[in-house]
């Protein structure tokens, strides 16, 4: 059984005439500890793919199961306490929060569960080690370049240890030497077990995944690294 | 990293607005105080002065019989050779549950002084409680300072030619006439007034007294239950509250109270409207933030938590402050309203009261806009995924 799997799984936008499919039937299959990069157009779907196939965006038509458990079956809060618990996310523009410094920003995902505090900055501070930020965890996000930013939000993304990390774009705010770093980052957490699906722009960076999925048209055509590099 | 951690520092980030927030509901809470506050006081402060002037409640001997009345009111069954009641039972008033409301206890005891075919009225009175009572009476010469000094009305001087420093004969005793009254236009222009000790003496009535006039402080307790508990304690006395007097000051205060409250409730719905819509454009403000929580896993109730939190902590300063500021605009006002600032102290439940207000309007002002942000689609607040 697939670890992520997406049946018939489509999205429209608006109604009547005005109506837009965004994605249109597709069906994916991710194995748990993939890495798959979706590539695409920009407005060819990839980021709705994503939104859905993370818990965020309900699909107007298909299933989106992880682990066997159809997401969208479950009721809000319990679909939230999915995502704490199953999913890390990073987005296009850090999205930190402002006002909480760094190690409090990496802890948010922390703030609701039942850790003690000392646990959580513990977990906090390992993932911020594990970035290389441990020296500025008491800045606040103002205060680091983009690429630092980056990799807070990397450390936010996997200071709960979720089995899969979705990630938007992850390099599309930063130069060429950042970027390297963060998809060598990526692919450690990859090597470590971590299931990601990451959109990009890329064809570099998405040579860093297992498997390329391009969404084209409302479809999509699946690509092997592997056997994409033995060919060339 | 606690949800509270996250309100406190988003407060501590967006001081301007908080300053704003904290500033409408100050406004509104100072507003309420200082009117609340200043309606007490000025309540206590009229109720004193009404309740000085002139009695609401009188005394008079249990008996059916002649119907007489004094400045218009009606004595019951008063006599001049009728029972009087015992000075001793006046004393029992000070026993009566509400002994505190009782401000003055006038007794007074009649008799009739007759010279060359005139007739006048003698009213034996406590001097200091019946001035305090009268307040109204203005006095061409001097108080009685003694018991051989008497006080006469305008029109019994004039028929007695009785004049204030002179000497005057009443039943063979000679008295010094200390002062006349002006005209008071009411049946005391008629009267002398005497010590009551010597009018009780001269007329062979010692320790009686013909009827006592009560001034009695009833803002804050029925008038009527006064009037019962001191039938019990004089049985021989009927007791009868001055109705017209008491529904007077009463709906006097009652108006007054209904002022401030409406006024009262319009500044607090200012008040609220400015919470609600500075919570509501924090909210919009903060979509994406509230996205970026809601997509890392927090629940509707988490985020709604975390507003409200702040709502909290916003009126419980707005509270606190407003409170103190509604103290410093009440004694403003009262300098304006009153000739001599009353005493009043810092009140710990109109304190509590303001707090708990200004939460409770914080709280319920934020709670749209809180479910709003609970209800806020993550992907649509990020609109980056």
Known sequence: ?232 | MKLHNIAINNLRRRKGKVFFLITGLLVGVAAVVALVTTTNILEEDIAHKMDEFGANILITPRSEGLSLTYGGLNLGGLSFDTKEISQADLDKIKTIKNAANVRIVSPKVFGVFENQNQKALVVGVDFPAELSLKKWWKIEGAQPASEDEILVGKDAADRFGFKSGETAEIKGETFKVAGVLEPTGSQDDNLIFMALPRTQKLFGKEGKVGMAEVAALCKNCPISEIVTQISEVIPAGKVTAVQQVVAGRMDTLHNFRKFSLGISGLVLLVGSMVVFVTMMGSVTERTREIGIFSAIGFRSSHIMRIILLEAFVVSLIAGAIGYLCGIGVTRVLLSFLTEHMPHFSLDPLVAGGAVLLSVVIGLLASLYPAMTAAKMDPSEALRTL
């Not at chain 1, 249109?24 to 890495?35: H, T």
């Not at chain 1, 990496?106 to 594990?130: D, G, I, N, Y």
């Not at chain 1, 479809?219 to 060919?231: D, L, P, Q, S, W």
């Open chain 1, 1 to 232: 059984m697939s670890y992520i799997k997406a049946e018939q799984v489509m999205k429209e936008f608006g109604s009547g005439d005005g109506k837009v499919t965004a994605v249109g039937g597709i069906n994916l299959s991710i194995e748990q500890a993939e890495f798959i990069s979706i590539m695409g157009e920009s407005g060819a779907g990839k980021s709705t793919l994503l939104s859905m196939l993370g818990g965020l965006l309900s699909p107007s038509g298909g299933k989106i199961l992880i682990e066997g458990i159809d997401i969208y079956g479950l009721r809000r809060d319990k679909l939230a306490d999915f995502r704490r618990e199953f999913m890390g996310f990073i987005f296009q523009s850090f999205q930190l929060v402002p006002y909480l410094n760094v190690v409090e920003n990496v802890q948010l995902p922390l703030a609701v569960t039942h850790h003690s505090e000392s646990a959580k900055k513990t977990l906090a501070m390992s993932a911020l080690e594990r970035v290389g930020l441990k020296d500025k965890a008491h800045r606040l996000p103002n205060q680091l370049s983009g690429g630092e930013q980056e990799r807070v939000a990397i450390a936010r993304a996997v200071v709960n240890e979720p089995p899969i990390l979705f990630a938007d774009e992850p390099t599309g705010n930063l130069d060429s030497r950042n970027s390297a770093d963060v998809m060598s980052l990526l692919k450690l957490l990859n090597s470590e077990g971590q299931t990601i699906v990451m959109v990009t722009h890329s064809r570099k960076n998405a040579e860093f995944a297992d498997r390329i999925v391009e969404v084209a048209d409302g479809g999509i055509k699946e690509t092997e690294v592997a056997a994409m590099r033995a060919a060339s």
